[in-house]
Structure formats: C-alpha cells, structure tokens
C-alpha cells in the first residue's frame, strides 16, 4: 500500500518568517492535491500538481512536485496568523474509482 | 448555505448506542464520500458513492454503514458505537465528469464515552 509521509508533522513559527512543508512517498504519484484545513471546517483545496517539475504560485504559497513524481513541497514566504492550519497532501487513485488518499498532514500555527 | 452540510456538528454518545452523522449538498455532485480524521493519521475512507444505487467500502468500513437516500443526501450509521469511533468525520462529494476535487463539509465531531 503507497502511503503518502509529510513532514514536519509541527512547526510554529513566527509571523514574517518563511517555511517549507514536504509530501513524500514511496511510489510515484498520478497527481497530487494540497488542501488547507482550518480549524472548524473541512480542508479546502489549495492547488494540484500534475506534470513532474512543475512549479505552481498562489500568492505568497509556492508549490512544488518534484520531477520524479515522489514528493512535493510547499513553501510558503512571510507566513501570516491567517496561514495557520493543518496542511494536507493527497493523492488521486484508481483502486477505489479515482478516490484520494490523504497524508497526516502539517499543522502549522503563526504566531503573530 | 454551505455546499455541502453535516449533521450534528458535535455528539457525544455513550458505548452501543446508534449514531447516524447525515450529509446533504447543493452542488449536484453525483459522487460522495465519508472520511474519519484521528490526529497523526490524516484522512482515512470509510465508505464511498457513485450515484444513489452504487455503494462501496472503503479502507475501513468496519462497525459502520452508508445509506445514499438521494443524489444529495448520505448518512453514515454506527450501529453500535464504540469509544475508538471518537473522532472527526467528514463528509465531501465531487462531480465525476468536472475537476478532480474534493468539496468537504464542515465536520462531524463524534465522542464515544
């Protein structure tokens, strides 16, 4: 069974300061998703990465897979409070009708 | 109105009593899904519709059942809870001709004592 790692499992840190969340796996991937959850709601989709080296934007938050399609990372410059939240990678498969496997996730806190 | 709406957002139940968490949407999606979040573990499926005549178990089905009442409505029934079934249970649905995305309701938090 693929499992999908990410790492740090924590991280605090402090308003303005930049920081980089990996996805890992052992298997390559089809496709993968990164999804944002606060605390409350259920997780958001950020972005997905398809074509292995590429390189999407979104604001300050910089996503990348990597050219084998094993990992992923996320990058996020001059972290706001409004950045705090559990960030989540999954991946799309096919042995459940092209259902998503999540991994545990970042949890991240901003301190202002 | 959220997309797509989970009931009760919070229980607290006693061991063996019945549970349904119930789910509707607005979007249209055909497909739906019921996933539980435990810490350090992410999100796991627990069971999974493609229209309402086309129910599947997930990786760990195991002590619950689904009921796909309606294209927009789909519960999930702990038929005798058990405190290891605390947790957050999340319901989401996506379009299976549109993106490949998930859209979750808000949660479902589920305490077993």
């Known amino acids: 069974t693929q499992l999908l790692e990410q790492s740090p499992q924590f991280l605090s840190i402090q308003e303005g300061e930049n920081l980089t969340v990996y996805c890992n796996s052992s298997s390559v991937f089809s496709s993968l998703q990164w999804y944002r959850q606060e605390p409350g709601e259920g997780p958001v989709l950020l972005v997905t990465v398809v074509t292995g080296g590429e390189v999407k934007k979104l604001k300050r938050l910089t996503f990348q897979f990597g050219d084998a399609r094993k990992d992923s990372s996320l990058h996020i410059t001059a972290a706001q409070p409004g950045d705090t939240g559990l960030y989540l990678c999954a991946e799309s498969r096919d042995n459940y009708g092209q259902n998503f496997v999540f991994g545990p996730g970042t949890r991240l806190s901003v301190l202002p | 109105d959220a997309d797509v709406t989970q009931t009760p957002r919070n229980r607290i139940t006693k061991t063996g009593k019945r549970i349904m968490l119930e789910c509707s949407q607005t979007k249209g999606h055909d497909r739906m899904y019921w996933y539980r979040q435990d810490p350090g573990l992410g999100l796991r499926l627990i069971y999974y519709s493609f229209d309402v005549k086309d129910i599947n178990k997930g990786e760990i089905s195991d002590g619950y059942s689904v009921s796909r009442q309606a294209q927009a409505k789909f519960s999930l029934s702990l038929e005798s809870a058990i405190p290891n079934q605390t947790a957050l249970y999340f319901c989401?649905?996506?379009?299976?001709?549109?993106?490949?995305?998930?859209?979750f309701g808000a949660g479902s938090r589920l305490t077993v004592l």
């Open positions: 989401a649905t996506r379009h299976s001709s549109g993106a490949n995305v998930l859209t």
